[in-house]
Each structure stands twice: as structure tokens, then as C-alpha cells.
């Protein structure tokens, strides 16, 4: 669904460009160690600070939820690697495996950031796969 060009109640930036850095936020921070745990707040915050663009909301609430899951999945590959490597500390593959698998799942997590900020920028309400309708009824619920 493509929504009329509008103004974001933040910064009176335009939506589209505020519905862009809501992922870009997410998807820069997510690749710097130890603050990409905490990535998915950034979204979060221009979601409960924005008060007019509904747009910019479900954007910013899509992009919450893609770094939520990013984050989860990163712990999980965290932890797999860590308990491999507690079993047995002289399996360097382990480390190559580890390395791999996060850096896959970051490119996979990044494109989708990606193909979300072009959406957003041509001003397209665009649901990511699997959890953008989460995001199109947390937005609706949470987001008056």
C-alpha cells in the first residue's frame, strides 16, 4: 500500500526519510559489538516519540521487531558456539563456525533492512515476511 507523501511530527523530517532511519538506526548499530544488543531500541524510541505519522509508526515498529529477531537469533548462534567451545576448547573450527554463522545471518537480517528503507522511502507501508503483520497489529494497538 503506498501512503501519501506527509510530514513526521520529529524533527518535521519527511515520513518516509524518518520511517528510513528508524531502519538505518537498527541496522548500523546492530553491526557494533555489544551495542548491537541493544540495536532494536532505536526504533523503539522513534516509535513512542512519534505522534502524527502512522507510517512512520508501523515502520518504526517493523524495524523494532527485524532487530529483536536479528538480536535473538545472534544469542542463540552465541550460545550454541560457546557450549561447542566449552565441550572441547581446542575445536578452532567452532571459531570459523561462529564467525560464519553470525556474519551470514547479520547479511541476511541487512538485506531485509534494506529492501524495508526502500520500501519506506517510496513511501510503501510494506510488511516484511513473517513479521510484519506482528508489526502492522502492535502498531495499531500501541501506536494512538
Known amino acids: 500500500m503506498v501512503v501519501q507523501p506527509h510530514k513526521s511530527s520529529l524533527g518535521n523530517l519527511d515520513a518516509n526519510v524518518m520511517a528510513l532511519l528508524a531502519y538505518l538506526a537498527s541496522a548500523v548499530l546492530g553491526w557494533i559489538p555489544v551495542i548491537s544488543y541493544v540495536?532494536?531500541?532505536?526504533?523503539?524510541?522513534?516509535?513512542?516519540?512519534?505522534?502524527?505519522?502512522?507510517?512512520?509508526?508501523?515502520?518504526?515498529?517493523?524495524?523494532?521487531?527485524?532487530?529483536?529477531?536479528?538480536?535473538?537469533?545472534?544469542?542463540i548462534v552465541s550460545l550454541i558456539v560457546t557450549s561447542i567451545i566449552a565441550a572441547n576448547p581446542f575445536a578452532l573450527g567452532s571459531y570459523?563456525?561462529?564467525?560464519?554463522?553470525?556474519?551470514?545471518?547479520?547479511?541476511?537480517?541487512?538485506?531485509?533492512?534494506?529492501?524495508?528503507?526502500?520500501?519506506?522511502?517510496?513511501?510503501?507501508?510494506?510488511?516484511?515476511?513473517?513479521?510484519?503483520?506482528?508489526?502492522?497489529s502492535l502498531t495499531e494497538k500501541f501506536g494512538k
Open 96 to 136: 570459523a563456525l561462529a564467525g560464519t554463522l553470525s556474519t551470514i545471518i547479520g547479511l541476511v537480517f541487512l538485506v531485509f533492512a534494506i529492501i524495508a528503507m526502500v520500501k519506506a522511502y517510496k513511501y510503501e507501508e510494506y510488511k516484511l515476511p513473517l513479521i510484519g503483520g506482528l508489526a502492522a
Open 39 to 75: 540495536a532494536w531500541a532505536a526504533p523503539l524510541v522513534i516509535f513512542f516519540i512519534e505522534k502524527q505519522s502512522s507510517f512512520v509508526k508501523f515502520h518504526s515498529m517493523q524495524a523494532f521487531l527485524l532487530g529483536l529477531v536479528g538480536m535473538i537469533f545472534g544469542l
